[in-house]
């Protein structure tokens, strides 16, 4: 009788569960494993900083982008010409390209090739055109990004950048030769109407790979112009224009014997990956940027002791 009770219920909610003690332990030892040091997260900021910084459109130096043509314009053409020169292949190549065609009844290269040749004057401006409007127009149009659109000049020179990469990669991989080299009835018009600047004639032809015909980069570099031009530009006649210059151009290299439809092919599936890189390093297409770019004002000192 004089025995003290227990309450069975409030010693056994008072009890400690080594269960959950237990899981409530390796739940914190996980946290503590899996929180980042302060040096990780240090450096993963930094990063982060960096990223932001590369990635946002700033005004272009014009020492920097003339010395970057310069030198990137030298690399391609070094990279190009040491291709090695895979004749067998590139003609095995350009025979099964033009089957192809047959098959896919776009095969109309050699009629046009024969028609045009036909009209001289004509023939002679395209063989003209072809040897320099390629770089004329693509410098001019950069330089026009450079003072017009000093926002959009980086990103719109990433996609000519990348696209001109992919098209060293299909040279080498792919030797390919062009419709003039083949012994099927094809004109090479520069040879006939004796006309300058072609690299399959003169000295340049034995520095110039003759096997690199796919992809076109006239056509992806003359596409890039077009639709550059033609976002931009804000006069109707430019724009027309720059609509037209790509569509000029596939006629001109199919006139002169200098490339298939699928070499034009080529050419817009490496322009098509140039934009895509664009827009996935700035996070929009490169004419939705703004046209001039905004200078950050400077940090100013904060005074001692704030």
């Not at 006239?218 to 430019?238: E, N």
Request: with cysteine; aromatic share 12%.
């Amino acid at each position: 009788m004089g025995e003290p009770t227990v309450d069975r219920r409030t010693s056994l909610t008072a009890a400690p569960s080594p269960v959950v003690d237990e899981g409530a332990r390796t739940a914190d030892a996980r946290a503590t494993a899996e929180a980042p040091t302060p040096v990780a997260g240090g450096a993963a900021a930094a990063m982060g900083r960096w990223l932001r910084r590369c990635r946002r459109p700033r005004k272009p130096r014009i020492w920097f982008e003339v010395l970057l043509i310069a030198v990137g314009y030298w690399i391609y053409s070094m990279i190009r010409n040491a291709v090695p020169e895979q004749r067998t292949k590139a003609l095995h190549n350009a025979h099964w390209i033009w089957q192809t065609e047959h098959h896919l009844g776009i095969a109309v290269e050699q009629s046009v090739n024969h028609a045009v040749n036909s009209v001289t004057w004509l023939i002679v401006a395209m063989n003209y055109y072809y040897a320099t409007l390629h770089f004329i127009i693509t410098i001019g149009v950069l330089v026009w990004l450079f003072f017009a659109h000093p926002g959009r000049y980086a990103a719109a020179r990433l996609v000519l950048a990348a696209e001109t990469v992919i098209a060293l990669l299909g040279y080498y991989l792919y030797p390919l030769a062009p419709p003039r080299l083949l012994t099927n009835g094809f004109i090479d018009t520069v040879v006939v109407h004796h006309t300058w600047g072609s690299d399959s004639t003169g000295d340049l032809k034995s520095v110039s790979n003759q096997y690199a015909a796919m992809p076109s980069m006239h056509i992806g570099w003359s596409l890039w112009c077009g639709l550059t031009i033609y976002a931009l530009a804000k006069a109707p006649w430019a724009r027309i224009l720059g609509a037209c210059y790509p569509v000029f151009t596939l006629l001109v290299i199919v006139s002169t014997a200098n490339h298939f439809w699928l070499d034009a092919f080529g050419g817009v599936v490496c322009l098509a990956f140039g934009y895509g890189l664009s827009c996935l390093w700035y996070g929009t297409a490169p004419y939705r940027l703004p046209r001039v770019v905004k200078e950050r004002a400077p940090r100013r000192a904060q005074p001692a002791g704030a």
